[in-house]
């Protein structure tokens, strides 16, 4: 009866009461650290894959078989950066067939005197065009054969008094847009996607114990005789939930950018700055749809009688926020301004500006941020609403 | 003081409250006796603001109940049917989170929690989390939460409901020191003996009706059966010859 207890305070002791009982749930805690952990991991492991095939193309070891055909050959080979010979197989091409190689070369005997007599002198390059893997190995060996080849080719014509260049007519140049790096441009463009997707998992115990849960347990019945009005009840509950979801999306957004520090971004030659600007303006982007997030997951557990018809229910809401992501990903259309104001699309054109370092107005993110709230607010008062149902408060 | 008047409540075709009129008087406690299925827990459900009555009055110390549900519920202190607990919150953590939310803190909680904790003997497992209660302590708990901010009206939804002895006596307890201090206590029961053990007045209900109310020497006078089990199955129609 006291005067003290306010919608507000009740509101607060809600909060209270929630997210000590989460803190409570192992279940939900391991949920929060996975889900936080599973973005940067995915991404960490992508592009340590992708890195590490490129390394294998500039650390590579060919097996030479007849070195001793032609040893000043040999040690040009071992001269060039980051490459080993070593001995070939007894049988190049099983060798190769097997894939126990990727790529061999044979030096024949007769290599020597037709050099020697400057007639073209045969090199063997053994190799399997359906390994997908050894391909750029393949293209490595052979570019150093045909450079080897130019610059014997050149010594010889100067040796003949002919400048070298008279024999390149057509100069090649080189302008790769290499399937790696657009690989590692995609991954990046998943960024947004993981940040959302932790906020909602993070959320997710905590919305649903404390609505399909109370259902489950028949405890919303004795928690609503108390003289809180339901809307302090559900803004309780919707608050403790937001604050879970908030704090994910910092874990993860932290993570992730932390570890791309340590990413061998320069070897797959990617120019993406990820700093701290970019880390701040994911999580403002993002951080505002972490209430509404969590009101939509709220109202929708509140129909499910326990907390695993809630999780069915919200394992399906969460395949539908990540509809927009995906499409952009998969299918960039280009960017149109009502996209910023619609929730998830609105977060996904955002975040593309962020990391591509575009400059984004104030007033973008205000509104952004505006119009989601707005829209939990209204998903906070039809939860409220279904709080007065008798079928919600006593069916079980 | 609790006043119902024609409470009427159906669910499609079923009239499961029709036309329920009694009152509970301070000081005093009254049973809501039925067989399952009576209309008992649909009457206190609506007593509690939980449901809307189609039709019919209910007045809490002379609030309108069914116009003021947040004025009434100050006044109400409930163990429902369905008194489901927090298994990762502990005992004493139950009555502080109720009574919180009643809008009382600090040192006033804690004396009152502790008074509770004493007086349910739950001192040794008030630090305990709930998940491993029996369904005596698991009672006792929802009891103290109903009654940490000490309401004038007591309602309760078969309170002694699958209860060992000991945890029986313990509610019976509770329930006479709250008439002693001049609360008004209702609760329901199926069960003869527990009603005839403590009530002041009893109100008999059998399909969604009043069949009967008084002291049980009324029932005893109004029934022509000395037994008040028996009295209980006449006034109920609970007889073979009447079920036909």
């Known amino acids: 009866m006291s005067a003290k207890s306010t919608p507000v305070t009740q509101a607060l002791v809600v909060i209270k009461k929630e997210l000590k009982d989460w803190s409570r749930d192992r279940r939900s805690i391991i949920t929060v650290l996975v889900s936080s952990l599973l973005a940067p991991g995915i991404i960490f492991f992508m592009f340590n894959s992708m890195a590490s095939r490129q390394r294998s193309v500039e650390d590579i070891t060919v097996p030479v078989v007849g070195a001793a055909n032609a040893p000043a050959f040999v040690d040009w080979l071992k001269q060039q950066a980051g490459v080993t010979i070593v001995e070939g197989p007894e049988n190049p091409e099983e060798a190769v067939r097997s894939r126990r190689e990727d790529v061999v070369v044979v030096i024949p005997e007769n290599f020597a005197k037709n050099f020697k007599a400057s007639r073209p002198a045969q090199v063997r390059l053994i190799s399997d065009g359906s390994s997908q893997n050894a391909r750029p190995k393949i293209q490595r060996v052979r570019q150093m054969l045909n450079r080897y080849s130019g610059e014997i080719g050149s010594l010889r014509l100067i040796a003949r008094g002919v400048s070298p260049v008279v024999a390149s007519p057509v100069q090649v140049e080189d302008v790769e847009v290499s399937s790696a790096q657009q690989r590692a441009a995609m991954i990046l463009g998943f960024i947004p996607l993981f940040v959302m997707l932790s906020a909602f998992t993070g959320a997710m115990g905590i919305t649903t114990d404390s609505t399909a849960g109370e259902r489950e347990r028949g405890s919303f019945e004795a928690l609503l005789v108390n003289p809180a009005p339901r809307i302090a009840i559900a803004a309780g509950k919707w608050l403790a939930g937001t604050l879970t979801a908030i704090a994910t999306v910092m874990i993860t957004a932290g993570l992730l950018f932390a570890m791309f520090r340590y990413l061998p971004l320069q070897d797959l030659g990617i120019r993406f700055r990820l700093g701290t600007p970019e880390m701040l303006g994911t999580m403002a982007v993002v951080l505002p749809l972490c209430p509404l997030i969590v009101a939509i997951q709220m109202y929708v557990a509140t129909f499910a009688k326990s907390f695993k018809e809630a999780q069915s229910y919200l394992s399906f809401l969460m395949m539908a926020q990540m509809i927009p992501g995906m499409m952009a990903t998969m299918n960039p259309t280009g960017t149109k301004a009502w996209m910023y104001y619609i929730p998830w699309i609105g977060q996904q054109t955002l975040l593309t500006d962020v990391l591509g370092n575009k400059p984004i107005g104030v007033m973008v993110f205000a509104v952004v941020g505006v119009v989601n709230v707005v829209l939990a607010v209204v998903a906070i008062r039809a939860t409220a609403g279904l709080l007065h149902r008798e079928k919600i408060i006593f069916g079980r | ?244």
């Open chain 2, 1 to 244: 003081m609790i006043a119902i008047d024609n409470l009427h409540k159906r669910f499609g075709d079923v009239r499961a409250v029709d036309g329920v009129t009694f009152t509970a008087d301070d000081g005093k406690v009254t049973g809501l006796l039925g067989p399952n299925g009576a209309g008992k827990t649909t009457t206190l459900r609506m007593l509690y603001t939980l449901m809307r009555p189609d039709e019919g009055r209910i007045l809490v110390d002379g609030i309108d109940a069914v116009a003021d549900p947040q004025g009434a519920r100050f006044a109400l202190g409930v163990l429902p049917d369905q008194s489901g607990l927090y298994p990762r919150l502990t005992a004493r953590e139950h009555i502080e989170y109720f009574g919180e939310l009643q809008g009382i803190t600090g040192a006033d909680l804690r004396s009152r929690t502790d008074h509770l904790l004493k007086m349910l003997d739950m001192t040794a497992i008030a630090e305990r989390r709930v998940a491993g209660f029996s369904h005596g302590e698991r009672t006792k708990t929802a009891l103290a939460r109903a009654i940490v901010h000490n309401p004038k009206n007591v309602l309760l939804d078969e309170p002694t409901n699958g209860l060992d002895v000991m945890s029986t006596r313990a509610v019976r307890e509770i329930i006479r020191r709250l008439k002693g201090e001049g609360h008004t206590v209702l609760f329901s029961s199926h069960v003869m003996q527990e009603v005839s053990a403590l009530c002041d007045t009893i109100v008999v209900i059998a399909r969604g009706r009043i069949v009967g109310a008084g002291s049980p020497d009324d029932l005893r006078r109004q029934t022509g059966h000395e037994n008040l089990e028996d009295a209980f199955v006449a006034l109920s129609g609970l007889e073979p010859e009447s079920v036909s």
